[in-house]
């Protein structure tokens, strides 16, 4: 097996710089990257000689807050002889967070702080799960956050230390064909019922073209096609892949003979964010007319949710359709992530299943 080479991706270090709230008396000679890293500092508790960091993307939602705690202590539970900790790869979320944006101020950390203060603290394996969805571009953003911090980027790690510490990586929720299968079965257990009264329509993410790292948008596919094997009322589309906005959906549920019913929504993300409150279940356009629309360039709909959009097309979709929950508030769901931690592998392990043609 050929040697992995790492990378320093420049978007990791400039994500790395995000505001945290810091005492200013003791840190006013500091600059912002030591204060950073001495608050991360300050929250790792040695306890065991392995760890894992889950990385989300972020969020500034209570809702969401109180997801990643339930994850955190399941996560404890399953690996008591690993320490747990959570950071957030998004600077826009950190910061929002850490302002109160949503009534509610949380401190998260971007994943090198993390890392750094882990490497500083010499645990002999730390495992790095990726709390994604899809293996898409946030998901990129991780593996370069452990590249980063493979490559001792900043040089004051020690080299002995990282030539033997073990680095694993655990995968998104659909990081393969094997993962879609399991997670249609399990999201059927759980909505079958409500896929019995009328269509359960999950809002993905999804990455623009120019972003779609490892081409993970096909996962949404892969999820639609592979849930329809249960109930052909199931559907996935997304908030940003091409061709598959909520335009789509609708017209592949016509194609179906679906013209009419209840249109149930869940956010096909790990939280309940800014896009389930907003995109999925808002306001946003609930005056606007079919016959008005405006589409932009790839054909989709802007500044109208998901909620009036199919209301506005003659289903019954209001607020009592609304399933909001993320899938890490789903148990079942959430158990899924961590057997991926369980079978978390090395990066170099990771990039060759991923690439074996390399």
Known sequence: MKKFRFILAAMVAIAGFSFVSCDKESDETKNNYTRYQDAVDAQINKKNDSAILLVAFGSTWEQAFGAFDETIEDYKKAFPKSDVYLSYSSAICINRAAAGENGVSRNYYAPNFWLHGLGAKQYKEITVQSLQVIPGEEFSRVVNYIKDFGNNSLGDLDDKYLSEVTIKLGMPLLAAQEDIVTTARVIDNVYKTKAAEGVVAFMGHGNPDSYDTYKANIRYNQLEEELQKF?????????????????????????????????????????????????MGGDDGEDMNPADYEYNDEGEIEDLSWKCFFSQNGYSCGEDELIMKGLLEVESIRNLWVEHTRGAETLEEVYHSMFPEE
């Open 231 to 279: 109930s052909p009322n199931y559907f996935v589309g997304t908030v940003d892949a091409p061709e598959n906005y909520k335009v789509q959906v609708l017209e592949r549920m016509k194609k179906a003979g679906i013209t009419s019913g209840k249109v149930y929504l869940h956010p096909l993300m790990s939280i309940a964010g800014d896009h389930a409150h907003n995109d």
